[in-house]
C-alpha cells in the first residue's frame, strides 16, 4: 500500500515556475516507478512525467519536455515536479501516482493517486 499526498500547486503568472511535492506513505515507493498527471476541466487526465525507482530514467510528454523535470529522493520518499516557463495551458489539478511499470503514460497502469494538487497559470 503506498498513500500519496501533493503540495506546491498556486496561482503563477505566465512564464513562472512551481515545483510540486509528492509524498508518499508505505514500505513500497522506493520500489516503485512514479508518475505525474494532470486533468484540465473539462478534459481527461492525461499522463506528465514519470520516473523509474533508481530516479535514472525519466518520460515526458511533448507538451512539457524541456520545460519540466520530475526528480525523486527516496530517502526522504518524496516526489517532485518541477515546472519551468509555464503556459496558461498548463492549468490543471496536477496528480502524482505510483506504480507504472516500464515508465508507462496509461493511467490504467498506475495503483495508486493522490488527492490532485491545482496549478493555475494566469496570462
Known amino acids: 500500500q503506498v498513500q500519496l499526498a501533493e503540495s506546491g500547486g498556486g496561482l503563477v503568472q505566465s512564464g513562472g515556475s512551481l515545483r510540486l511535492s509528492c509524498v508518499a506513505s508505505g514500505r513500497s515507493f522506493s520500489a516503485s516507478v512514479m508518475g505525474w498527471f494532470r486533468q484540465a476541466p473539462g478534459k481527461e487526465r492525461e499522463f506528465v512525467a514519470a520516473i523509474s525507482w533508481t530516479g535514472s530514467r525519466t518520460r515526458y510528454a511533448d507538451s512539457v519536455k524541456g520545460r519540466f523535470t520530475t526528480s525523486r529522493v527516496n530517502a526522504e520518499n518524496t516526489l517532485y515536479l518541477q515546472m519551468n516557463s509555464l503556459k496558461p495551458e498548463d492549468t490543471a489539478v496536477y496528480y502524482c501516482?505510483?506504480?507504472?511499470?516500464?515508465?508507462?503514460?496509461?493511467?490504467?497502469?498506475?495503483?495508486?493517486w493522490g488527492q490532485g494538487t491545482q496549478v493555475t497559470v494566469s496570462s
Open positions: 501516482a505510483a506504480g507504472g511499470g516500464s515508465l508507462s503514460t496509461l493511467l490504467t497502469n498506475y495503483n495508486y
